[in-house]
């Protein structure tokens, strides 16, 4: 098994719809700063409100990339947000797309109090995206 593919393991995931923290050989990190990184991913209807309802600050990621969704959780790792994966080709997913707007792939909408409150659409280079990312 590859390192990257180690330490992809050893992040936030998300059982059924009850997300599970790991870290690296179980071992507590200390840190000045709350991090978490939580991972939903083909998040369903009840877990995109419960996720996106609270006051925190949340990136919903759409789109099918496989490739793309590392970098993601590897750029947001450490920041105060949760990442919420949408299955573009679910029913429940057409219909959160119809919701918000979504006429391209991928998309990427950040949520506060529920509310959409920025969001971009079409492939970025990563420099943009970690911009996007540090700005919430």
């Keep these: 098994m590859s ?3 180690l330490r992809s393991l ?19 990190a ?7 990184t939580l991972v939903y991913a083909n998040a369903d209807a ?16 759409v789109w099918p990339m496989s490739s793309t969704r590392a970098y993601y959780r590897e750029s947001g790792s450490g920041l105060p947000f949760d990442l919420v994966k949408v299955d573009t080709e679910s029913e429940y997913g057409l219909a959160l797309g119809q919701k918000y707007q979504v ?3 991928p998309t990427v909408i950040a949520f506060r109090d529920g509310k959409p409150i920025d ?9 943009d995206v970690q911009a996007f990312l540090e700005k919430l």
Excluded: Y
Aim: glycine residues 4%.
């Design 3 to 5: 390192s990257t593919t």
């Design 119 to 127: 969001k971009f659409v079409g492939a970025l280079r990563e420099p």
């Design 30 to 36: 200390f840190r000045s700063a709350p991090r978490r």
């Design 103 to 105: 006429t391209a792939l």
């Design 10 to 28: 050893c992040r936030a995931f998300v059982w059924g719809s009850h997300p599970v923290r790991a870290s690296k050989f179980n071992m507590p």
């Design 46 to 61: 009840k877990t995109f409100e419960q996720v996106t309802t609270p006051k925190d600050r949340i990136a919903v990621l």
